[in-house]
């Protein structure tokens, strides 16, 4: 599994073109490329393999969104970036559950990162808000939001799946669900 | 409520583009005239942005969820968890130090050999110009190997003995040759072209311009008669006509040629180059010029070059005669003012008269 995970490992270029693309394939090989490098990172400083996921994932969707924003320079190996990204985020949780963080083992170049992962935060706040919104609309109006926000089904779809005796209930519904998860949501 | 909720939809409408054009035109008169419905517009925007980032975002993770399913995590975390063993941890810490030093470690050894292997070279370089001197003085010396598998059985036990040539300068008996035939010799003998050998002593030796007197020690030896050819005082000019008579093979062998250079081996003064092609056994042969006069002694030829030869001059014959003292001579010793016997006869004459002069030098 490892000698697999090495030999794809795509070139840089390649990782933003298809970024770029929206090619899944390339996703998927830059997940695979640099997991292990992050996991022996995690490993090895305190944290478990779930630790090292939700890390390595979210430093996957910091690059991800920035080469989308089309702001992304390479000025540095991806490798690097990405070590980077997840030492400076590990580092964080480290610092928030007062584990100690004396001293960390590296195993790459570290390349300033600070900004990228700030940003990151601020756009993940507004995640997480819309997140906890929508737990907090309960059913059926999460399924009905998500499935026509998020799953793009169509109101006839919708219509169908909950039975709603025509698609008109069915508008009607949403736009009731809408308007409370809209009253959570831009809740103070 | 009903109207607020037709109002939401028509403004999902509005920002997802889907009204048409009348509609579009009767909203944003609406928005103009009523501020609570432009706000609405704005914040559902605000929304729906929101809901677009936050469903791709979804997505995103969703593919990275399914992505980090096909790995093997646990296989992995068993290979890059912190190793029991401090060496090992160590190790995994530092591979890429430890990899910059060992290169360093091997380029330092790898330098430090080739340095002491240049230093080698320099010594060999020096070894070979040892060498090179050795040869100006010796050249490839024209010693003939005789073989003694098939001469007769009496001297079974002689493993080495060499041969090469030389010629008499006295009636009595002396004969001169080069150094480097006899050196090292237990015995010597000579051997005149009747086949009768006699036996010699060395009574004088060169060793700068390699060259031996021998005298002929040996009851059966009976005087020659008057030595035809006479010594030669001036140098010779490029392009004169030589010839040399000499012992290559049990047979006396004529080579002739002509004085190709006033200089020997490496601009060597005291020879001459001759254009004779010589082998083995040639060595301590005598040249002459066409009127009988003594040149000088064949002495060596140049490793590469064929068919040429180095001769030492004739006024270093002179010289070691002079070594000698004069009485033993006798009166009929070679000289520089008689005139040569052989001036004016055909070469074939010549060599009839000259060959009792020359001998095969056997050293043992």
């Known amino acids: ?188 | 409520m009903r109207n607020d909720l037709e109002l939401d939809a028509i403004i999902e409408d509005y920002l997802l583009g889907k009204l048409n054009a009348q509609e579009t035109e009767a909203l944003e008169q609406l928005r103009r005239n009523d501020a609570t419905v432009d706000h609405k517009v704005v914040s559902h925007k605000f929304f729906l942005e929101s809901m677009g980032i936050f469903a791709e975002q979804l997505r995103l993770k969703d593919q990275l969820n399914e992505i980090h399913s096909e790995i093997d995590v646990e296989g992995l975390a068993s290979t890059l968890r912190p190793h029991p063993s401090r060496v090992v941890q160590l190790w995994r810490k530092h591979k890429s130090a430890i990899a910059v030093a060992a290169s360093f470690i091997v380029l330092s050894l790898v330098s430090i050999y080739s340095i002491q292997h240049n230093t080698k070279q320099a010594e060999r370089y020096r070894q070979l110009s040892n060498q090179v001197n050795n040869a100006i003085k010796t050249q490839n010396s024209l010693i003939r190997k005789i073989k003694h598998n098939n001469t007769t059985s009496d001297k079974p036990n002689i493993q080495n003995s060499f041969g090469g040539t030389g010629f008499a300068i006295s009636t009595n008996g002396y004969i001169l040759t080069n150094l480097h035939i006899i050196n090292g010799a237990d015995s010597l003998y000579v051997q005149n072209s009747k086949g009768e050998s006699f036996k010699v002593k060395s009574v004088y030796t060169d060793p700068q311009n390699d060259i031996a007197i021998l005298k002929i020690n040996d009851k059966h030896f009976s005087n020659l008669s008057s030595i035809p050819y006479t010594i030669k005082r001036t140098t010779s000019n490029i392009g004169e006509i030589v010839y040399t008579l000499g012992y290559p093979k049990d047979d006396a062998v004529l080579g002739e040629g002509y004085v190709s250079s006033k200089n020997g081996f490496i601009g060597d003064t005291t020879q001459y180059q001759v254009a004779i092609s010589v082998n083995p056994g040639n060595s301590g042969g005598p040249i002459l010029d066409n009127n009988g006069n003594l040149v000088g002694i064949i002495s060596g030829k140049p490793d590469q070059t064929e068919g040429a030869a180095f001769a030492i001059k004739s006024k270093y014959i002179l010289e070691a005669m002079r070594a000698i003292p004069q009485d033993s001579l006798g009166v009929n010793k070679l000289s520089v003012n008689k005139k040569s016997l052989l001036s004016g006869l055909k070469r074939t004459k010549q060599i009839e008269k000259i060959q009792d002069y020359v001998f095969m030098i056997k050293a043992y």
Request: glycine residues 4%; proline residues 2%; charged residues 30%.
């Open chain 1, 1 to 188: 599994m490892n000698n697999s995970l090495k030999s794809s490992v795509p070139t840089d270029r390649e990782v933003i073109l298809g970024i770029l693309n929206n090619s899944e394939d390339t996703l998927n090989k830059l997940y695979k490329a640099y997991y292990a490098m992050v996991l022996q990172f995690i490993l090895n400083n305190n944290g478990d393999e779930d630790d090292a996921k939700d890390v390595y994932q979210e430093a996957i969707i910091i690059l991800y969104n920035k080469i989308k924003e089309g702001n992304f320079e390479l000025s540095s190996k991806l490798k690097t970036y990405i070590y980077s990204v997840c030492r400076r985020i590990w580092l964080k949780k480290l610092s928030l559950n007062s584990k100690k963080t004396g001293s960390i083992t590296d195993y790459e170049d570290v390349f300033a990162v600070e900004e990228d992962v700030e940003h990151h935060e601020e756009k993940d706040a507004a995640f997480v808000k819309m997140q906890s919104a929508l737990d907090h609309l309960g059913e059926p109006c999460k399924t009905i939001i998500q499935d026509f926000y998020i799953h793009n089904l169509s109101m006839q779809d919708i219509c169908e799946k909950f039975g709603y005796t025509n698609t008109d209930n069915a508008k009607t519904q949403k736009y009731k669900c809408l308007q409370r998860l809209k009253k959570i949501f831009f809740q103070p």
